[in-house]
């Protein structure tokens, strides 16, 4: 029913920028959260940053602080991930996840995801 796609990533130099897209369709809810998840091979997926649709409340990881924002475009079909001043530790695979009512803060607990995109940053 609720499909996410996500893309946008590529390879990029220390210091460049990418900006990633998620749409979310096949959905009715009020109130969604949209989040930014990475992870490395052997790691857990965290939660990079996210989105509350209902008020335009944004969170973010601590190291991703200043450097990314998210944000969600006027249609609000489609989320974005701007990723500025890129870092060799933000070499990750990247994935759109949703999940209705509040952001949740557990990774668990967000329901639909995208398929996942590699972003790698060279020094």
């Known amino acids: 029913q609720v499909h996410v796609a996500d893309s946008g990533g590529d390879s990029v130099q220390a210091g460049g920028s990418l900006r990633l897209s998620c749409t979310a369709s096949g959905f009715t809810y009020w109130s969604y959260c949209m989040g930014w998840f990475r992870q490395v091979p052997g790691k857990g997926r965290d939660r990079v940053a996210a989105l509350y649709a209902g008020a335009g409340s944004t969170y973010y990881d601590d190291p991703v602080k200043g450097r990314f924002t998210i944000s969600q475009d006027n249609a609000k079909n489609t989320v974005y991930l701007q990723m500025n001043n890129l870092e060799p530790e933000d070499t990750a695979m990247y994935y759109c996840?949703?999940?209705?009512?509040?952001?949740?803060?557990?990774?668990?607990?967000?329901?639909?995801w995208g398929q996942g995109t590699q972003v790698t940053v060279s020094s």
């Open positions: 996840a949703m999940v209705s009512g509040l952001c949740a803060r557990r990774t668990e607990e967000f329901t639909y």
